[in-house]
């Protein structure tokens, strides 16, 4: 017989910009290696400056995109809220 199963956690927002922000300081150390390594980097491995270029360019961008997606989120949570008041009548003699 199987256990009954135990209740979910509660979920537990953070702050999502951190791990942006770290992955995005990460590609650009990796980039500042490659650049200082010079000609070091044999011509078949250049592709990763590109590489880097991107990290930190999707990184940027996830990091002034996450405040915009959780301010939308919101905004959303709100006007369903908003909603679900103004469809419940009201009972006499409430405001």
Same mark, same amino acid.
């Given at each position: ?20 922000? @770290? =992955?995005?300081?990460?590609?650009? !150390? $990796? %980039?500042? +290696? ?14 990763? @400056? =590109?590489?880097?270029?991107?990290? !930190? $360019? %999707?990184? +940027? ?22 909603? $679900? ?11």
């Amino acid at each position: 017989m199987r256990k009954p199963r135990q209740p979910d956690p509660e979920v537990h927002e953070s702050d999502y910009r951190v791990p942006a922000a @770290i =992955g995005t300081v990460a590609w650009a !150390i $990796a %980039l500042v +290696v490659l650049l200082v390594m010079g000609d070091g980097l044999p011509d078949s491995e250049r592709w990763w @400056i =590109g590489v880097c270029v991107t990290g !930190i $360019a %999707l990184g +940027v961008f996830g990091f002034l995109y996450i405040p915009y997606l959780f301010r939308k989120r919101d905004e959303a949570a709100d006007r369903a809220a908003e909603r $679900a008041a103004d469809s419940h009548p009201r009972e006499p003699g409430t405001p």
